[in-house]
Nanobody
Framework: QVQLVESGGDLVQTGGSLKLSCVAS????????MAWYRQAPGHQRELVAV???????NYADSVKGRFTISRDNAKNTAYLQMNSLKPEDTGVYYC?????????WGQGTQVTVSS
């Protein structure tokens, strides 16, 4: 059974930083690309960042230069370092992995950036 468990969300002031973690189980972690999505109230879920098995990364334009996605295969964990946070970064952040069978999501972690 595949499980993704996010943590690290919090209330932070504009300009602050947070680091989110996603611990995966039930998959061969190093064999899958990982991604972070977010969903703000009243908005659709959007892709924030992806990292391939080889470590190649890609980001939404809105977070480029501020967010960094990384992975530690020994710990089965993906991370999202978020710096220079803005109120528009507020939302629930979800970890995602796609296997040959289906897509999997974590339960999400709330990030709130106060102005």
């Amino acid at each position: 059974q595949v499980q993704l468990v996010e943590s690290g969300g919090d209330l932070v002031q504009t300009g602050g930083s947070l680091k989110l973690s996603c611990v995966a189980s039930g998959i061969i972690f190093g064999a899958h690309g990982m991604a972070w999505y977010r969903q703000a109230p009243g908005h659709q879920r959007e892709l924030v960042a992806v990292i391939t098995t080889g470590g190649t990364t890609n980001y939404a334009d809105s977070v480029k230069g501020r967010f960094t996605i990384s992975r530690d295969n020994a710990k089965n964990t993906a991370y999202l370092q978020m710096n220079s946070l803005k109120p528009e970064d507020t939302g629930v952040y979800y970890c995602h992995v796609r296997t040959s069978i289906r897509h999997y999501w974590g339960q999400g972690t709330q990030v709130t950036v106060s102005s």
